[in-house]
């Protein structure tokens, strides 16, 4: 889209896989660990950073558009990468913000982290971050990875739990993003927890057209997806349960530089958790997905309609 700026330098090699995504909460302004108390400052304005998959760039936008309203300048820098490119820059200096969600980025950061319950992976995340990084208090909306399969697919394996794809070692393909084949939660923690081994994986996209498509076409047997896109339940297709729960919660969180963490970033976003469901967040994917709405014309219409903008 002609709106959107990539950076140069380090984000023109941004390779196409994104985040993977991520579950709901509560917000408040204290009381959910950061690794810092603040002390930046956001007079000079805020760049935001997203990865390259529809919810977090229409997440951006919403980041935008209340601090917009709170009086701060902002710079949108849309569909990136990876945690791989946007940590980095954002430690760097070359981003400020960006939308995460509390599991992914804690299994990024610790691979080993056990924690699953809201309050205990918001306190994970303060120890585990990079110094010059914090996190602000999660919101209400959440998105999760989810693996999924086509209705067929599920009655002619008898699939309808992760455990079941034992049954099936060496029969089934999966398709994902690249980064998925080398995540914990991926190809390497379904391994690792319910001793899956699959019969070819896939590259394509984050819960994107490509690995859609290719599920449709049964050119994937197993596709991993965000719990938030609509074609899961327009498609009919069923996700496999996590009864080990191999996937972690995954609230929708800002990640931020000290450096712009100040009183004024922190209340606007804080007011952005409190409303925004997911519910909500679900539609506004469907808009952009769907309905081929700009990812910031979406967004900026939602602030407006519940007073955010």
């Known amino acids: 889209m002609n709106r959107r700026t990539l950076l140069g330098g380090l984000f023109a090699v941004a390779s196409v896989p994104a985040l993977s ?18 002390g930046g400052s956001s007079k000079d304005g805020v760049t ?10 229409v997440l951006g936008y919403l980041y935008a558009a209340v601090l917009e309203k709170a009086g701060v300048k902002t710079t949108v820098r849309p569909n990136l990468g990876t945690r791989e490119i946007l940590i980095p820059a954002l430690k760097g200096g070359d981003i400020d913000l960006l939308p995460e969600y509390q599991g992914a980025l804690l299994h990024y950061l610790d691979p080993k982290a056990t924690a699953t319950e809201e309050g205990e992976m918001q306190n994970a995340l303060a120890v585990a971050l990079p110094a010059g990084l914090q996190i602000l208090p999660y919101g209400m909306a959440e998105d999760s990875d989810a693996f999924v399969v086509t209705r067929e697919t599920a009655a002619r394996y008898g699939l309808t739990s992760l455990a079941d794809l034992k049954k099936q070692n ?6 994902a993003a690249p980064e998925v084949k080398k ?5 390497v923690g379904l391994k690792d927890v319910y001793g899956v081994e699959f019969k070819e994986f896939k590259s394509l996209d984050s819960s994107g ?4 498509g290719a599920l449709k076409k049964g050119d994937v047997d197993v596709a991993n997806l965000f719990t938030t896109d609509t074609d899961i339940q327009a498609n009919d297709w069923v996700v496999l349960t996590d009864s080990k729960n191999l996937i972690p919660g995954q609230h929708v969180v800002p990640l ?8 004024t970033v922190r209340k606007a976003l804080a007011r952005l958790g409190n409303v925004l469901t997911t519910a909500q967040l679900t539609e506004l994917n469907r808009q952009v997905d769907k309905d081929k709405k700009d990812p910031e014309d979406v967004a900026n ?6 007073g955010l903008a």
């Open 21 to 38: 995504a991520c579950a709901g909460g509560i917000t408040s302004l204290e009381g959910q660990g950061s690794s810092s108390g603040g």
């Open 48 to 57: 935001i950073g997203t990865a390259n998959f529809t919810e977090n760039q």
């Open 170 to 175: 060496g029969k089934l393909v999966i398709g």
């Open 183 to 187: 995540r914990q939660v991926g190809v």
């Open 209 to 212: 057209p490509l690995v859609k």
């Open 256 to 263: 931020i530089a000290d450096r712009k963490a100040d009183s």
């Open 301 to 306: 219409a939602y602030a407006k309609q519940h």
